[in-house]
């Protein structure tokens, strides 16, 4: 056996010590390895058995044809279903079919979602796959990550993706963007050093996880975890184990829907029950029976709420938002609490100098991004120009010690490198300076690249003068300088004190800083040595960078808290930088001293009933782990809120699956997040979580509306039916009459009011309460006038015309023809077009609201009405007749009678 086994054969660690608490050499002798040679093939064949392959396994779910037969598992369609039994038994098989036509096609959607969802498990599973460099039998091979152990060695170099789990044994200069595990916006710098066993995920700078990307220099690592057991294999648990959450819509139906179909049975069959024991013939009372239930199904209401949510959808992607799950339409307008991750989402993605110190003055930098649009400005805000030489001096050592370039593609800028020194190069060409004109007078000769140990940069240049050129943190510069330039251009003593001073007041404004420092070197000088910085340095100033906010990201966030929407970053940033950021956003309190930020640390500490408080009081949570965003979540919705979430990595995608409506980004989002999304922002703008948010608002108005519109039909429809079948009198209406109502007539007249526009106070009202039944208490108020009216309508003018006429089937279609009427009146009523012609009468100067869709609906609906009572081949169809002079007459007289009873319905309900 080789040096590598030197454990027992598929041996795991002893130690319950995690691998960042523990020394390097300690966690590879554990599981029995070697930095040299790494396993042997007969160690790797032990470990295959023992812990399976590297990969995170997709889950069997259900068979397709159980998925789609359980889809009809919902009380609304079994009112459906029972509506086509009875049209079936009633032989009407067209309109049957129609019916469960709509079933079938509201539980294909909802099988295609499901499908589309549980697509992230397999998105997960990709994402690991890929190829990597092991240490096996001495030798350097390229392998499958699949086949990676625990204990393989494994080598790491710029454009790796991190295969699996591993224990960092030796770095040089190796930096890791693991953003779409922990959010962290910049790559992270590695070391060796252990550290402490409750050091968060971002934190711990020993190790490398799987599904990373390794952005700069070298490493090498032993394998820890690999599949389930690693990282992302918890995350790919945690996405198995979601139980699917409805949506504040889907719930309030299907507590509707079971009340409803509990009140068609008991009261179909207590009609059917007296009808029986009054004598009455079987057929005759089944007849009122099936009438009856018909009469109270709002068989158009399925398909109407389609439609809504569909038009709401094709809105929402005009302004940047691209629904996958219909539901999620109506649930993102009934949010309370948007959770949003912070860089690119709120923030600009883009690192930008805001801030530059020079003889120790202060400037301001303005423009946003790596656009070199914008300016130095000094205190007063005007532009400086010329440069003072200590700004100049600053500036100029930004852009000659930078590895990185900035490009123009397509009219935007972007950047090649690190988004540090990316930032640099901008600030630098808004004050004048730039790369190409730098680099032919100050030729490079030698630098030393940025390592983490050192936590420096330094470059040597030819000229006048042998130029050397650092940058790096504070505190690795300050050690190193001896003097500092005054603001006239004099080197001075340094005063390290006020340095630190100024830099605790920038660092607690959230600006990331960089200190700049230069010392001339001999001309006979041509290479560079660490120990050309060990001292004699002059402290050049110093730059402050963030990820500026998106201007109309504030906007938005204001809109939304004064919508009553309370708004929460969950970022994996550092909590001085979440903090800063989320004050100038105007999130939670206007002052920094009020704001209620948390790290991922505190929340690990705190037991349940704290880190609900926490969840709640909250407005920052910083350096979070996957697994604290979904438990942020559920601790919000144990407490009644309605969660929207956005994500863009890896880490993101249990938290959206488990929010109510889960939000990833669409142009800088993991696959993994996109699939586990109910919403996609194509722009990755918080801007356009407002704009979707007004626009589902505006989408459950309207579904209000079309309620509102809806069951007042059927309810005069199921009143006049039981109580003529109770009085053992001829029915005013029959079930095929009622369907045709129901069907054709409510579709054609209610579908407009899908495109109604948003009204003005849409963002200016509070959010629901999640509790809030489907329909109110105001709602039920408003249908039970209107139902009572419209019963009053059918037989009245069933009545009247039958003792004029004598024809009962004069009589019915007279009956429908004024309802229909009567409705045309409500639909304006309540309508934007009917409102504003109300205020129109008293202010001349309102503009009418432009209703389009509304006064074609109401043609169609006339138009078909005309062909329902006076063509032949459907006074057969439907047993009706034609009409003429004195029917008409009625229907006007209806129309005139409803004005009254829809200001008073709208006074009794005016949300609709």
């Known amino acids: 056996m080789s040096p590598a086994s030197t454990a027992p054969p598929s041996a795991a660690p002893e130690s319950s010590e995690q691998p960042h608490a523990q020394a390097a050499e300690v966690v590879l002798s554990q599981w029995g390895s070697n930095l040299d040679g790494g396993l042997d093939a007969a160690e790797v064949a032990h470990r295959h058995g023992r812990y399976g392959w590297n990969e995170l396994p997709e889950v069997k779910g259900q068979p397709a044809w159980l998925k789609l037969l359980l889809q009809f598992n919902q009380p609304l369609i079994y009112i459906l279903l029972v509506a086509g039994l009875i049209k079936a038994l009633l032989a009407s098989w067209t309109n049957a079919l129609v019916i469960w036509a709509v079933a079938v096609i509201n539980a294909v959607i909802g099988y295609v979602q499901e499908a589309r969802a549980e697509g992230a498990i397999a998105a997960l599973a990709r994402s690991v796959s890929t190829e990597t460099t092991v240490l096996?039998?001495?030798?350097?091979l390229t392998i499958p990550s699949r086949e990676l152990v625990p204990g393989d060695v494994v080598l790491l170099a710029a454009g790796d993706k991190v295969p699996a789990d591993l224990r960092l044994l030796a770095v040089r200069d190796l930096q890791i963007d693991e953003s779409g595990l922990t959010g962290e916006s910049l790559p992270v710098a590695k070391d060796l050093a252990p550290l402490p066993e409750d050091t968060p995920l971002a934190d711990r700078r020993c190790m490398a996880y799987a599904g990373s990307f390794v952005t700069f220099g070298q490493g090498r690592g032993v394998v820890v975890a690999t599949g389930e057991a690693s990282e992302m294999g918890e995350i790919s648990r945690s996405l198995q184990q979601r139980v699917s959450l409805s949506t504040p819509l889907t719930r309030r139906f299907a507590s509707f829907s079971r009340v409803l179909l509990y009140f068609i049975l008991a009261v179909?069959?207590?009609?059917?029950?007296?009808?029986?024991?009054?004598?009455?013939?079987?057929?005759?009372?089944?007849?009122?029976?099936?009438?009856?239930?018909?009469?109270?199904?709002?068989?158009?209401?399925?398909?109407?709420?389609?439609?809504?949510?569909?038009?709401?959808?094709?809105?929402?992607?005009?302004?940047?938002?691209?629904?996958?799950?219909?539901?999620?339409?109506?649930?993102?307008?009934?949010?309370?609490?948007?959770?949003?991750?912070?860089?690119?989402?709120?923030?600009?993605?883009?690192?930008?100098?805001?801030?530059?110190?020079?003889?120790?003055?202060?400037?301001?930098?303005?423009?946003?991004?790596?656009?070199p649009h914008g300016d130095l400005l000094d205190a007063d805000g005007e532009v400086v120009d010329p440069l003072p030489?200590?700004?100049?001096?600053?500036?100029?050592?930004?852009?000659?010690?930078?590895?990185?370039?900035?490009?123009?593609?397509?009219?935007?800028?972007?950047?090649?490198?690190?988004?540090?020194?990316?930032?640099?190069?901008?600030?630098?060409?808004?004050?004048?300076l730039t790369r190409a004109g730098l680099e032919p007078v100050f030729p490079r000769l030698d630098a030393i690249p940025f390592a983490s140990e050192y936590q420096y940069m330094a470059s040597?240049?030819?000229?006048?003068?042998?130029?050397?050129?650092?940058?790096?943190?504070?505190?690795?510069?300050?050690?190193?300088?001896?003097?500092?330039?005054?603001?006239?251009?004099?080197?001075?003593?340094?005063?390290?004190?006020?340095?630190?001073?100024?830099?605790?007041?920038?660092?607690?404004?959230?600006?990331?800083?960089?200190?700049?420092?230069?010392?001339?070197?001999?001309?006979?000088?041509?290479?560079?040595?660490?120990?050309d910085l060990d001292a004699e340095l002059v402290f050049l100033g110093l730059q402050g960078?963030?990820?500026?906010?998106?201007p109309e990201a504030i906007s938005a966030v204001e809109a939304c808290q004064r919508a009553g929407i309370s708004v929460r970053m969950i970022t994996g940033d550092h909590a001085a930088t979440a903090a800063a950021i989320a004050v100038r956003m105007g999130i939670g309190s206007a002052g920094a001293e009020e704001l209620r930020a948390y790290t991922g640390q505190e929340l690990g500490a705190m037991d349940a009933a704290a880190f609900a408080a926490a969840a709640s009081d909250g407005q920052v949570f910083a350096r979070v782990a996957p697994a604290q965003k979904l438990k942020l979540v559920e601790a919000l919705q144990a407490a009644g809120a309605v969660v929207a979430m956005t994500g863009d990595g890896v880490n993101?995608?249990?938290?959206?699956?488990?929010?109510?409506?889960?939000?990833?980004?669409?142009?800088?989002g993991t696959e993994v997040a996109r699939e586990a999304a109910d919403m996609l922002l194509t722009d990755d703008n918080f801007a356009s979580i407002e704009a979707a948010v007004e626009e589902g608002r505006t989408v459950y108005r309207n579904l209000r509306k079309a309620i509102a519109?809806?069951?007042?039909?059927?309810?005069?429809?199921?009143?006049?039916?039981?109580?003529?079948?109770?009085?053992?009198?001829?029915?005013?209406?029959?079930?095929?009459?009622?369907?045709?109502?129901?069907?054709?007539?409510?579709?054609?007249?209610?579908?407009?009011?899908?495109?109604?526009?948003?009204a003005d106070d849409t963002m200016a009202r509070p959010p629901r309460d999640p509790g809030e039944p489907l329909i109110t208490k105001r709602l039920l108020r408003r249908i039970l006038v209107v139902s009572l009216f419209n019963w009053v309508l059918i037989f009245g003018v069933f009545e009247w015309v039958r003792g004029d006429s004598g024809s009962l089937e004069l009589a019915r279609t007279a009956a429908i023809q004024a309802l229909v009427a009567a409705r045309i009146i409500y639909l304006l009523s309540i309508s934007q077009l009917g409102r504003t012609l109300a205020q129109r009468l008293r202010d001349p100067s309102i503009p009418l609201a432009r209703a389009p869709q509304l006064l074609l609906g109401v043609g169609v609906a006339v138009v078909l009405q005309v062909v329902f009572s006076q063509w032949g081949p459907m006074n057969v169809l439907f047993n009706t007749a034609p009409i003429g002079g004195p029917e008409l007459l009625v229907c006007a007289l209806a129309m005139v009678a409803m004005l009254p009873v829809a200001w008073l319905a709208n006074r009794l309900d005016p949300e609709a």
């Open 389 to 432: 030489q200590p700004l100049e001096r600053v500036l100029r050592c930004g852009v000659l010690c930078n590895d990185s370039r900035l490009r123009q593609e397509h009219g935007a800028w972007a950047m090649e490198g690190d988004p540090t020194e990316a930032a640099l190069l901008a600030a630098a060409e808004k004050g004048g």
């Open 460 to 531: 040597l240049h030819d000229g006048e003068e042998r130029l050397l050129q650092v940058k790096g943190s504070v505190e690795a510069l300050l050690t190193r300088c001896g003097g500092m330039l005054a603001a006239d251009g004099a080197v001075v003593p340094l005063d390290a004190e006020a340095i630190h001073r100024r830099v605790d007041g920038l660092a607690g404004e959230g600006l990331r800083l960089i200190a700049f420092a230069s010392r001339v070197l001999p001309h006979r000088r041509h290479d560079l040595d660490h120990a």
């Open 652 to 668: 993101d995608a249990p938290a959206l699956r488990q929010a109510d409506i889960g939000i990833a980004m669409g142009k800088g």
């Open 136 to 140: 096996r039998d001495g030798q350097t």
């Open 268 to 371: 179909a069959a207590l009609t059917l029950a007296i009808g029986l024991g009054r004598g009455q013939p079987f057929a005759e009372v089944f007849e009122a029976a099936v009438a009856l239930a018909v009469s109270a199904i709002p068989e158009g209401l399925p398909a109407v709420v389609t439609i809504t949510l569909a038009i709401g959808v094709n809105r929402m992607a005009a302004r940047h938002a691209i629904i996958r799950k219909l539901p999620a339409v109506e649930a993102l307008g009934s949010a309370t609490v948007v959770c949003s991750d912070k860089t690119g989402t709120l923030t600009e993605n883009q690192m930008t100098v805001q801030v530059v110190v020079a003889g120790g003055v202060s400037y301001q930098v303005s423009g946003t991004g790596y656009s």
């Open 545 to 550: 960078m963030l990820d500026p906010p998106r």
């Open 709 to 758: 519109f809806l069951l007042p039909v059927n309810g005069g429809e199921s009143m006049t039916i039981l109580i003529s079948a109770l009085l053992a009198r001829d029915l005013p209406i029959l079930a095929l009459q009622v369907l045709w109502l129901n069907m054709i007539n409510s579709i054609t007249m209610t579908v407009p009011l899908s495109f109604e526009p948003k």
